[in-house]
C-alpha cells in the first residue's frame, strides 16, 4: 500500500537553528512529490515539486531534495515566520490524487 | 497570481442537513479535486475530477457525497444527510493535468451539530 511518513513530528527550533524535515515514502511509481506549507486553518500553499532522485529545489531558506526513498525539507537559518506545518504529498503514476503525510509542526523561537 | 477560490469559509449545520460547498478552480485547469482534513489528521482524498466526470474517488466518497461542474467556472461538492464525523475542513484543488502542482484553496471548515 501506498504510504507517506513524515518526521519529525514536531520541532522547535531557534532563530537561526538550521534542521532537516524527512518524507520517507513508499509508492508504486512516483510521479512526483511536493512539498506544501499548512499555516493554521489554511489551505496547503505550494513550495516544491521533486520528479526525480537526485533532484533539489530551493526557495529562500528552504530546499527540497529527492532520494528513491525519501525527500529532506532543510531548513537553514529560519525565521519565526516559517513557523507552519510541513506537508509532504506523493502522486503515483497510475493515480490522479495525492497522498498526504501527516506533516512536520515547525515552531521557530525569536 | 491565480488561485483556486471557496466559498463558504465557515459553515455550521444541523445534522441531517444537505451541505453544498463551492469553489472556483483555476481558469485554465482541466483536473479538479476535493479532500478534506479533519482537525488534527491528515489532509485526505475524496475524489478527481476531469472532462466532467469523476476520475477517482476514495472510500470516504460514498453515496452521501456528489460533485457537479454546473458550468464553466465552479465545481461543487454536495454532502447529503450531513453527520458529525463529516465536521472537517474541505479544500478544493485544481490541477493543468498529471504531474503537474496541485493549487489548494484556502478550504471551507464545515461544522455539523
Known amino acids: 500500500e501506498d504510504q507517506v511518513t513524515q518526521s519529525p513530528e514536531a520541532l522547535r527550533l531557534q532563530e537561526g537553528e538550521s534542521s532537516s524535515l524527512n518524507c520517507s515514502y513508499t509508492?508504486?511509481?512516483?510521479?512526483?512529490l511536493f512539498w506544501y506549507r499548512q499555516d493554521p486553518g489554511k489551505g496547503p500553499e505550494f513550495l516544491f515539486t521533486?520528479?526525480?532522485a537526485g533532484e533539489e529545489k530551493e526557495k529562500e531558506r528552504l530546499k527540497a531534495t529527492l532520494t528513491k526513498k525519501e525527500s529532506f525539507l532543510h531548513i537553514t537559518a529560519p525565521k519565526p515566520e516559517d513557523s507552519a506545518t510541513y506537508l509532504c504529498?506523493?502522486?503515483?503514476?497510475?493515480?490522479?490524487?495525492?497522498?498526504f503525510g501527516s506533516g512536520t509542526k515547525l515552531n521557530v523561537k525569536p | 497570481e491565480p488561485e483556486v477560490t471557496q466559498t463558504p469559509s465557515h459553515q455550521v449545520t444541523q445534522m441531517g442537513q444537505e451541505v453544498i460547498l463551492r469553489c472556483v478552480p483555476i481558469?485554465?485547469?482541466?483536473?479538479f479535486y476535493w479532500y478534506r482534513q479533519i482537525l488534527g489528521q491528515k489532509v485526505e482524498f475524496l475524489v478527481s475530477?476531469?472532462?466532467?466526470?469523476?476520475?477517482?474517488k476514495s472510500e470516504i466518497f460514498d453515496d452521501q457525497f456528489s460533485v457537479e461542474r454546473p458550468d464553466g467556472s465552479n465545481f461543487t461538492l454536495k454532502i447529503r444527510s450531513t453527520k458529525l464525523e463529516d465536521s472537517a475542513m474541505y479544500f478544493c484543488?485544481?490541477?493543468?493535468?498529471?504531474?503537474?502542482?496541485?493549487?489548494f484553496g484556502e478550504g471551507s471548515w464545515l461544522t455539523v451539530v
Open positions: 484543488a485544481s490541477d493543468r493535468g498529471s504531474g503537474n502542482t496541485i493549487y
Open positions: 481558469s485554465n485547469h482541466l483536473y
Open positions: 475530477f476531469y472532462n466532467n466526470e469523476i476520475s477517482e
Open positions: 521533486l520528479y526525480s
Open positions: 509508492v508504486s511509481g512516483l510521479r512526483g
Open positions: 504529498a506523493v502522486q503515483a503514476h497510475n493515480f490522479n490524487k495525492f497522498y
